[in-house]
């Protein structure tokens, strides 16, 4: 993938931050419900992504039949939407299903300070690894990630959770997330790497 294509998706991928943001603002009850629509509103346009001609089988039946501007609006938003698609995920679930079923977990079981931290980081620490590792990344491991990458996760990640939860987790949140994004636990990353920062800093605040 290009640095062009790299950066669109990061910033789709910053969208993220709308959950801890509404979390912040709005509460437990409130982000609970927007990630859950989100969930569901995903799951439901999933087909429409992942099987050809699913689209227009479905217009067809239902005998709706979209003006040619809509149609050509719609191809080029594909086709900005497959330049962002990793390989991978063209044949699987998409990412996004991954982000906010994560993100319902970590926002109902744990508290506000750690379900902020650990959407926060997988989402922010997720992009500035694959920017800096993209650009910058020198010295780089057999799966791709390189030193540099991960190393931004982790400052990222002492920023971000060191207010939030103190140095001792900041420093051991910031390594577990480290860790999932740098070997891509399954299922996905964008599903691992939350539920890699929430459980650790969880179990540290039962110390």
């Known amino acids: ?18 959950v801890p943001l509404i979390y912040l603002l709005l509460g437990q009850n409130a982000t609970l ?5 989100a969930f569901a509103v995903f799951v439901a346009l999933e087909p429409f992504r992942v099987i050809e001609g699913w689209r227009e089988e479905v217009l ?13 609006h719609v191809e080029r938003l594909e086709r900005h939407i497959d330049e962002i698609t990793r390989p991978h995920e063209r044949e699987r679930v998409a990412a996004h299903i991954y982000f906010a079923a994560a993100s319902f977990i970590v926002v109902y079981f744990f508290p506000m300070g750690i379900a902020v931290g650990a959407i926060a980081l ?14 910058y990344g ?9 030193v540099e990458g991960s190393l931004a ?3 990222t990640g002492l920023a971000i959770l060191l207010p939030l939860v103190g140095p001792v987790g900041a420093l051991i949140g910031s390594l577990a997330g ?13 599903f691992s790497n939350q539920l890699a920062v929430g459980l650790t800093l969880y179990l540290l605040s039962l110390l």
Request: aromatic fraction near 10%; hydrophobic fraction near 40%.
């Open 33 to 37: 419900i927007f990630v859950g629509t």
């Open 60 to 72: 067809r039946r239902l005998n709706i039949y979209a003006p040619s501007e809509f149609a050509e």
């Open 178 to 190: 480290t860790i999932a994004e740098f070997y891509n636990l399954p299922p996905d990353d964008n």
């Open 138 to 146: 020198r010295h780089r491991f057999s799966n791709g990630k390189s």
């Open 1 to 18: 993938m290009s640095m062009k294509s790299e950066l669109k998706r990061k910033a789709l991928h910053l969208s993220g931050l709308t």
């Open 122 to 135: 997988a989402t922010l620490g997720d992009s500035l690894a694959a920017i800096i590792g993209k650009s």
């Open 153 to 155: 996760y982790f400052l």
